[in-house]
């Protein structure tokens, strides 16, 4: 729900005035980022993703209740915008994104703040570990485990009902675990090998 | 507790959703069994990193970017709005224009003159039928003892057989014109009284508009008033009778009532339908005897059958003139309703004066585009009542297409 200071705000952007609503959705702005940025695994497409689930958010805003919550709303897009960008790149390119974020090799001069966050070893491989998960099972895990949104707001969010959101979240965990399993046996052999 | 179920807990236990007996029993089995507990490390060694990786700062000019692509959408929007409600008026007037267009149609193919020939040919294609029948219903053998020179008393005979013949082919011939549904013939009659400032200006009016429509004045006169008791000038009145086509009859009498004060008015029709049907078979079956009448004519031997064939044929000529005439005058009213007008000239403060300025044009015009209006929508729901049939196969198909597409949108 949106308060009361926010409707006049709300009346100008259901008239089309983007000004308005970039007021409405500036405390959002980070959040959706991060979080199209932790379903993309790229701070450049994230930029240009969480922009475009902005703009998604602006040309439906008829489309919003306002007896529901403007967040939830706005995340929603933003995830679907998210995992539709990501489907969209694999189909168009046949190198999978989770190589570009484990070579260190392949990453963008820009990409500083990505060295940022994953400056420990362990939190790196997580990552890695996180962006080779299927996308319906990345976005539990980014929205849970990142973002720390309880089963009700995934739930929210995703349009899943809230069975389907413990039990995917459950097995996400599991194939992360699988996952990081087996790159650590992969480097450690690349290792041994290397010595 | 079994290492499945513990397995399964796993995540419910991190996340705070166990009961405390299923809380109790999963702490008692990581304790003992290794490789479950090794499991719980693991999941929440991972959600603890996950939780603590750092948040990124936005990029510096994120929010002017953002707000400046949102301004540009949004004057977008505005645009693509207007033009599609533009797109919109554009459809519903088309839309109204068609269905006041339609309703004519309709209109005019029961009673107008347009439509009067493919009246005509349903007719005659009915009276077709029924030459067609009744020649070949017509007994060969009645002729027979003229051609072979029989006498006056056959004449008699095959006269009134003939007569007979006649009259069932005539009933015939009406039930077959019913049935095949012949349109209607109806005449519109209308009278119209208005109190007027200026009694020329207001026929002048009349005249023009009745001959720019394609009608015409068929009788007119005016007199001078006076008041009894002092004698003095009063004014004008008089009576116009307006012959106009009959698809114009509504707009005629509307147009009227606005050049002054309305007094009275009334509008009435009349269906001769049936009448016009009888009289069209009547003149048809008297063609017939016409022709089988001159045929005996050729074949007759002596004076006296002569003479008293020539007389039947000059009875029945006369009377396929009187029903000709008949179906003319029918056509003639048919075609062109009738508006008697009477006008009465008077300088009194509550009559309007002849609205000839712009505000009563204005408002003439505005009546005259609700009525255009409403009619477009009778057309519209009389188009939709024809045309149920199509409407509701494509409605099924939409429906089908739409279900359709979203299940296959749910299964991407």
């Not at chain 2, 996340?15 to 929440?44: P, V």
């Not at chain 2, 075609?335 to 609205?355: L, Q, R």
Request: hydrophobic residues 35%; negative net charge.
């Amino acid at each position: 729900m949106i308060s009361s200071v926010n409707s006049g705000l709300i009346k100008k952007a259901r008239r089309g005035d983007g000004r308005a609503f970039s007021m409405l959705i500036e405390n959002h702005e980070r959040f959706v980022f991060n979080v199209v940025y932790r379903i993309t695994g790229n701070a450049e497409d994230a930029r240009d993703v969480s922009q475009e689930a902005f703009i998604k958010a602006f040309k439906n805003f008829e489309s919003y209740d306002e007896r529901a919550a403007f967040s939830t709303w706005l995340y929603r897009i933003a995830v679907n915008t998210a995992i539709d960008f990501v489907r969209r790149r694999k189909k168009e390119n046949s190198i999978s994104f989770e190589d570009y974020i484990v070579d260190e090799n392949n990453q963008n001069s820009d990409s500083g703040i990505e060295e940022k966050v994953i400056s420990k070893e362990g939190v790196k491989s997580i990552i890695s570990a996180v962006n080779m998960l299927d996308d319906e099972f990345k976005t539990v895990i980014v929205l849970r485990d990142m973002e720390g949104m309880d089963y009700k707001e995934i739930s929210d969010i995703t349009g899943l009902p809230l069975g389907t959101v413990k039990s995917r979240l459950s097995r996400a965990r599991g194939k992360l675990r699988q996952i990081i399993e087996k790159n650590d046996i992969k480097s450690e052999t690349e290792g041994r090998s290397r010595a | 507790m079994k290492c499945d179920e513990a397995l399964n807990i796993i995540d419910m236990y991190l996340d705070e959703c166990t009961d405390a007996y299923n809380e109790k029993e999963f702490l008692e089995h990581i304790q003992t069994c290794e490789s479950c507990r090794n499991a719980y490390n693991e999941i929440k060694r991972i959600t603890s990193e996950l939780n603590n990786t750092e948040y990124l700062p936005l990029p510096d000019d994120f929010h002017s970017e953002l707000t400046d692509k949102l301004i540009k959408s949004g004057k977008k929007r505005n645009k693509s709005r207007i033009v599609k409600y533009s797109a919109l008026a554009a459809c519903a007037v088309l839309v109204f224009m068609t269905g006041a267009y339609m309703k004519d149609l309709y209109y005019m193919a029961s009673s107008g003159s347009s439509a009067q020939s493919a009246d005509s040919a349903s007719v005659t294609e009915s009276m077709n039928g029924m030459s067609r029948s009744a020649s070949g219903e017509m007994p060969q053998a009645s002729y027979e003892p003229y051609a072979d020179g029989a006498s006056l008393e056959g004449y008699g005979t095959a006269e009134s057989e003939a007569q007979a013949s006649s009259e069932n082919s005539y009933s015939s011939t009406a039930l077959s014109a019913k049935e095949q549904n012949i349109s209607r013939k109806i005449i519109k009659t209308g009278y119209i009284s208005i109190n007027v400032s200026s009694f020329d200006e207001a026929s002048q009016l009349i005249k023009t508009y009745t001959e720019q429509n394609g009608g015409y004045v068929e009788q007119s006169n005016q007199f001078a008033d006076y008041d009894s008791q002092t004698n003095t000038y009063k004014g004008k009145s008089g009576n116009i009778t307006v012959r106009i086509e009959s698809a114009k009859f509504s707009d005629t009498m509307g147009y009227i009532e606005t050049l002054g004060t309305l007094i009275n008015q009334s509008e009435s029709v009349n269906d001769i339908t049936n009448s016009y049907v009888d009289t069209q078979s009547r003149l048809e079956v008297k063609e017939q005897e016409k022709e089988r009448l001159s045929e005996l004519l050729n074949n007759a031997e002596n004076i006296s059958d002569i003479i008293t064939i020539e007389g039947r044929l000059t009875e029945v000529i006369s009377d396929i003139e009187s029903y000709e005439a008949q179906l003319n005058a029918y056509d003639d009213v048919v075609d062109y309703s009738t508006i008697n007008v009477n006008i009465t000239e008077k300088d009194d403060d509550g009559i309007i004066p002849a609205k000839t300025d712009f505000a009563n044009k204005a408002v003439y015009n505005f009546k005259d585009s609700a009525r255009t209006l409403f009619s477009g929508f009778e057309g519209i729901v009389l188009l939709i009542i024809r045309l149920w049939a199509p409407i509701a196969v494509v409605a099924v198909i939409a429906v089908v297409s739409v279900v359709f597409i979203k299940s296959k949108k749910n299964k991407k």
